[in-house]
């Protein structure tokens, strides 16, 4: 049957094009062949978000944090949060170019090449003439996947957006008035009175029962909940490790040495003096050809007489920092003249007078006055630093060779990590009660997800096999296996033991103390006479005296508007407090500077929300639509 199919080939293909076309045609096309789903996530200005569109901008944004920062855990970037966080960065996106096309917003060309100048990396290509190295400037946005034109585009279009916000947060500015009720209010003080009622106080009076004991178990068994964990042996490759077993032989080192020890002796320095005739490069040309003029003159008068470079240089040179010692710079090495200079200096040889050189002070004439080689020195001396550099070299060659047997190893013999430990030299580490999560603290291979990733995944847990080799930075791996796993579980009563007596003598102790301190509170109120408290503090936020912040909250929190106040606060395990607030004391007289600051914090405060405000108000305006649910 094949082979009758295989002669008629072309029929068959005729027959199948006339049988699917029609279908086509009569059906439709359905576009999930070719795109991903169009289901529309959001609406703006009556123009729908897609599902793609929110992937591609995901994608890009997860790409755009992965480049700043590499180390950033992938489980992050993919949150239902940060999903929704990108959503929402589209949407405003979107109603900020719709505000800018309706109010007109454009970016002129000074304003974008004003911008660009402000960026560093863009700044430091330029020329000494001030102009832009193109070809570099081409090459770092190329390095982004753009082009000039695309980046200078996208430039331009972040500019106009930023106009829809910024002409709100530019105009925002804050009285004197409001200023002072705002920080009346925030650092408002008041004269309060604490009485404490610890429940260490009443752990004496608990002595539970058996049954009380295994009543509270049953009650509050989320307590005893033991996470699941794991005893784990891992094996960790690194640089280090390659080098180790690296063995250098005499002919490498001492052809290593040959190769270079110019270069490790030290650089070479050369010593100068020169004539500069100032010329700024901004300088009007019939001025620098002037001062160029000049410098030919002295040229000129001092290769005809070159034993009187120093007194000419004395005499003419506009260096105010070397024309009284005749021009001497002393010696110095590369890149530490400017580059016209240094490039003459290191081409001469010594007792050469050089030409005019134009650098951006101006013209200089060079005489080279002395060249100091650093004195090599001998094998034997070397050895050490040639033998760590070397094996350093060696070891970075050979560790992708080994990275690469390392893997092929845990994975090829995955029921133990001894034959992959025994080949590579490598200790075994062993280490119990590992989680999923990292440990706080952790350190090492076990502080890096993707390896915990590996480790519980479930062909490690059940099959109890070596994990693939994990990558945990450069030149860096691991492989591990989990030895035994203990999945989450509830402990027993038998397991919990004395923990379950402590966490009822606290929780009942806590309960006492707070029916304690209710009652007493009652009765202070009914009788303030009788109250027994401490001496009266003056707190604010600013000056919480080592209260509890559960305590400063209330105290701040409690009405006024009929004192003395009294306010009751739940500590939790802690016990209970009563707070009598007396008075609001008057808040201190701030100095200057301190004012300062706060208006100028206030009024950041008051420009984000006047921002926010108006960018509301456009999202009613351009009627946005968000029809995906706000993760919880």
Do not use: C
Request: proline residues 5%; aromatic residues 8%; neutral net charge.
């Amino acid at each position: 049957m094949f082979e009758s199919i295989r002669k008629h080939s072309k029929f068959v293909m005729i027959l199948l094009f006339l049988l699917i076309i029609p279908s086509f045609i009569f059906v439709g096309v359905n576009q999930n062949y070719f795109t991903e789903s169009s289901q529309t996530v959001a609406r703006v200005d009556g123009h729908d978000i897609t599902q793609q569109d929110w992937d591609n901008a995901h994608r890009a944004e997860s790409d755009r944090l992965r480049a700043q920062n590499p180390t950033m855990d992938a489980k992050l970037l993919d949150s239902p949060e940060a999903r929704y966080a990108t959503l929402e960065k589209l949407v405003r996106d979107r109603v900020l170019a719709a505000a800018a096309a309706k109010m007109h917003l454009t970016t002129p060309d000074a304003q974008l090449v004003r911008t660009l100048r402000e960026i560093p990396a863009i700044a430091s290509l330029q020329k000494p003439d001030g102009s832009l190295d193109a070809e570099a400037y081409k090459a770092l946005v190329g390095s982004q996947g753009m082009t000039p034109e695309g980046f200078e585009a996208n430039l331009r279009r972040e500019l106009a957006l930023n106009q829809v916000l910024g002409s709100v947060s530019s105009t925002s500015f804050t009285t004197a008035a409001q200023l002072q009720q705002a920080m009346d209010a925030l650092y408002q003080r008041r004269e309060i009175q604490v009485a404490r009622f610890d429940a260490s106080a009443f752990v004496g009076k608990v002595q539970p029962t058996e049954a009380e004991l295994k009543a509270f178990y049953e009650s509050h068994t989320s307590q005893f909940k033991q996470p699941e964990a794991a005893t784990v042996e891992y094996v960790q490759l690194d640089v280090a490790t390659v080098e180790k077993s690296i063995v250098l032989s005499e002919d490498d080192l001492r052809t290593y040495y040959k190769e270079n020890a110019a270069r490790l002796a030290g650089p070479e320095e050369r010593r100068a003096s020169h004539i500069l005739i100032n010329a700024a490069k901004d300088l009007p040309a019939a001025e620098r050809e002037k001062a160029k003029a000049k410098a030919e003159q002295l040229l000129a008068q001092v290769r005809k007489d070159p034993k009187s470079f120093a007194q000419v240089a004395k005499a003419n040179s506009q260096d105010p920092g070397s024309a009284a010692n005749g021009g001497d710079l002393g010696y110095f090495g590369r890149d530490a003249m400017v580059k016209p200079f240094e490039e003459a200096v290191f081409k001469m040889k010594q007792g050469d007078i050089s030409d005019v050189v134009e650098s951006d002070f101006g013209f200089h004439i060079i005489e080279l006055t002395g060249i100091k080689q650093p004195k090599v020195p001998s094998f034997e001396e070397m050895r050490p630093k040639l033998e760590a550099d070397l094996k350093q070299q060696q070891a970075q060659r050979k560790f992708a060779e080994a990275a690469e047997a390392f893997s092929n190893a845990v994975y090829e013999q995955s029921e133990s990590l001894k034959p992959v430990a025994e080949k590579f030299k490598l200790s075994i580490h062993k280490v119990e009660n590992v989680t999923r999560e990292p440990a706080p603290g952790a350190q090492g291979p076990l502080a890096n997800k993707r390896f915990l990733e590996a480790l519980f995944s479930a062909d490690s847990l059940e099959n109890k096999r070596n994990t693939d080799a994990v990558e945990l930075a450069p030149s860096n791996l691991v492989a591990g296996r989990v030895l035994s796993y203990a999945p989450a579980h509830t402990q027993s009563m038998d397991e919990v033991g004395e923990k379950l007596k402590q966490l009822y003598v606290a929780h009942q102790s806590a309960e006492l103390a707070k029916q304690e301190g209710k009652a007493k509170m009652a009765e202070w109120k009914a009788k303030p006479e009788a109250a027994q408290l401490p001496a009266a503090v003056e707190v604010g936020r600013d000056q919480a005296r080592d209260l509890p912040r559960e305590v400063l909250d209330a105290a701040l929190r409690a009405p006024t508007n009929a004192l003395p106040a009294w306010e009751g606060v739940d500590l939790g395990n802690a016990g209970y407090a009563v707070i009598k607030v007396n008075r609001i004391a008057q808040r201190p007289a701030q100095d200057a500077q301190v004012l300062e600051q706060q208006k100028a914090q206030f009024t950041q405060w008051s420009s984000m929300a006047e921002v926010m405000a108006y960018y509301e108000q456009l999202k009613k305006t351009f009627k946005v639509q968000i029809k995906v649910a706000r993760p919880q």
